[in-house]
């Protein structure tokens, strides 16, 4: 047997990044709880502003959930970096670089 394919970036399964402003009282806790159903992944959560990553595949029926719940999108793209610029955010302290 050879070795398996590589996964190279084109063969990823794409992904998009939404900057989104959360309603008052949202916790990080209370929205990673409420978006892992929706098959997001809280990234970054600052006062009353978040980002998520979402597979490119579950996009836009996230877009029509989020918005029902009451929190309001803001932007989203390709590329994090683009998003925390948009929506006034740093890059996470916590998390170290490798």
């Not at 394919?5 to 939404?18: D, F, G, S």
């Not at 806790?29 to 978006?35: E, I, V």
Request: charged content about 35%; some cysteine; aromatic content about 4%.
């Amino acid at each position: 047997m050879g070795m398996p394919k590589k996964l190279t970036k084109a063969l990823r399964e794409k992904r998009r990044w939404v900057g989104f402003q959360c309603i008052e009282g949202s916790t990080e806790k209370s929205l990673g709880r409420d978006l892992s159903s929706l098959g997001a992944k809280l990234i970054q959560f600052q006062n009353d502003r978040a980002i998520l990553s979402v597979t490119l595949s579950n996009y836009e029926e996230l877009l029509k959930n989020i918005n029902g719940l009451g929190h309001k999108t803001l932007t989203s793209s390709g590329k994090i970096r683009l998003v925390r610029e948009r929506i006034g955010l740093k890059k996470d302290s916590k998390r170290s670089k490798k």
